[in-house]
């Protein structure tokens, strides 16, 4: 079956970096398009990036410029670099997969996610 799992959270000060990994099993990598979303405690999930099955990548304005999401067909799996981390950056990171060639940053498009990898990010 599908499986998702992340890696990569952790403390930071803010202007520090991270990189955020999604181990990707149980499909063929290349035929799905893939994001990362995050949830803050008391908001909704919101998406952070995609990337489609041909590369194309959307970002959310808060993260543009700062996020780069990237993926390795080899390895089956995707990552989120994190640069210039701010505050309001702390969330639970979730990845998610889609059997579409094309993604965005709604939830409901995906039909996959990971359990999710916390990133805190102290002023």
């Known amino acids: 079956q599908v499986q998702l799992v992340e890696s990569g959270g952790g403390s930071v000060q803010a202007g520090g970096s991270l990189r955020l990994s999604c181990a990707a099993s149980g499909y063929t990598f290349s035929r799905y398009c893939m994001g990362w979303f995050r949830q803050a405690p008391g908001k909704e999930r919101e998406g952070v990036a995609s990337?489609?099955?041909?590369?194309?990548?959307k970002y959310a304005e808060a993260v543009k410029g700062r996020f780069t999401i990237s993926q390795d067909s080899a390895k089956n799996t995707l990552s989120l670099q994190m640069n210039a981390l701010k505050s309001e950056d702390t969330a639970m990171y979730h990845c998610?997969?889609?059997?579409?060639?094309?993604?965005?940053?709604?939830?409901?498009?995906?039909?996959?996610w990971g359990q999710g990898t916390q990133v805190t990010v102290s002023s």
């Open positions: 990337i489609d099955t041909d590369g194309m990548t």
């Open positions: 998610a997969a889609a059997e579409f060639k094309m993604c965005g940053l709604r939830d409901l498009q995906y039909k996959y």
